[in-house]
């Protein structure tokens, strides 16, 4: 991976907004450019934290689904629409992506997550953003960003509702990961997903978008604070609560 060390005139003023930020700036731009993420799943979640990812200009992105776009995937899934049914997500997203910035270096993984590839998998990025959608591939995902020493960010949705978590266990002592949140038990398999349980459109892009906010506030600001504790959201009466979380 190639570092980034000045902007060209195309890239100033692509991202001129973002510069005038006094808390971003030429310094929080170049730091973008040269940070990598790897989303796994391109559902609700998935879709708007990679459109928004994207559109900042994070510089090294690669994206994992195994799955094709359904028509029941539009009500919140924004970078699909009709033409794209019957075809690979991540293929989908790939041309889309680069429609909108062609400099990026992208990666799309067509495959499932598991405990035999996920270590290969996150090894070339710094941050992972779990956009999945069940417990065992959290979990799966927590214990191994723990083991590789990566920073997770992770949500979950459900009706009205928003969790996101960032997770950095592994680098002191009083950070807790998602198994100290959750920790497993059988009872898991029976809790639902989005498919049972029901999701309102606007939340998932709302999820999506708190993630790639998440990754953008990882690497400008040095505030560990956040990595004790979660945030619930109430899209609904538009409430969010800041729970703290011991190891």
Known sequence: MKKITTLNDGQLERFSRQILIDKFGYKGQLSLMNSSVLIIGCGGLGSAAINYLVM???????IIDYDKVDISNLSRQSLFDERDIGLSKVEVAKRKILTINSDISLNCYNL???KNNISELLDPYKF???CS???????LINDACYRQNKILISAALHNFEIQLFNFKAWANTSNPCYRCIFPKFKGMRSIGNC???GIISPVAG???LFQAMAVINNIIN???SRFRE???????NMNQTKIKVKK
């Open 230 to 236: 979660f945030i619930i959201f109430d899209s609904f």
């Open 195 to 197: 498919n049972d349980l």
């Open 128 to 130: 992972i953003l779990d």
């Open 112 to 114: 499932k997550v598991t």
């Open 56 to 62: 900042s200009g994070l510089g090294h992105i690669g």
């Open 206 to 208: 709302i999820g999506g």
């Open 222 to 224: 040095t505030n560990n």
């Open 133 to 139: 959608d069940n417990f065992n591939t959290r979990y």
